[in-house]
């Protein structure tokens, strides 16, 4: 079993840190930092080179070649695979990809 990079861009760590200030805005700090470090670990789940991912529903986002996976049926990840590397480009709600 192989382990790919993964690399996360600026907007996908600034999406978090965002989502993360509101749920901590509600007065629930450790729920925030509860939130952010799952979704950190959850990129590390992604680094299994036995997995392929299925492309994107979306035709603009399937066009370019990007994959699209779930977490927490609330919020959508956006990422370009390759046999080396995954990188992350967009971590958006639901709501918002179609």
């Known amino acids: 079993?192989?382990?790919?990079?993964?690399?996360?861009k600026e907007s996908v760590a600034r999406s978090i840190a965002e989502i993360a200030w509101f749920i901590e805005s509600k007065?629930?700090?450790?729920t925030a930092q509860k939130f952010s470090d799952a979704a950190y670990d959850f990129f590390e789940t992604l680094t299994d080179d036995r997995k392929v991912y299925a492309p994107c529903r979306d035709e603009k986002r399937k066009?370019?070649?990007?994959?699209?996976?779930?977490y927490k049926k609330k919020?959508?990840?956006?990422?370009?695979?390759?046999?080396?590397?995954?990188?992350?480009?967009?971590?958006?709600p639901s709501k918002l990809i179609y």
Do not use: A, P, Q
């Open 63 to 70: 066009i370019i070649g990007l994959k699209c996976l779930s």
């Open 75 to 92: 919020y959508i990840i956006v990422f370009l695979e390759t046999d080396f590397e995954i990188i992350v480009s967009e971590f958006i």
């Open 27 to 30: 007065g629930m700090i450790k």
């Open 1 to 8: 079993m192989g382990k790919r990079k993964i690399i996360i």
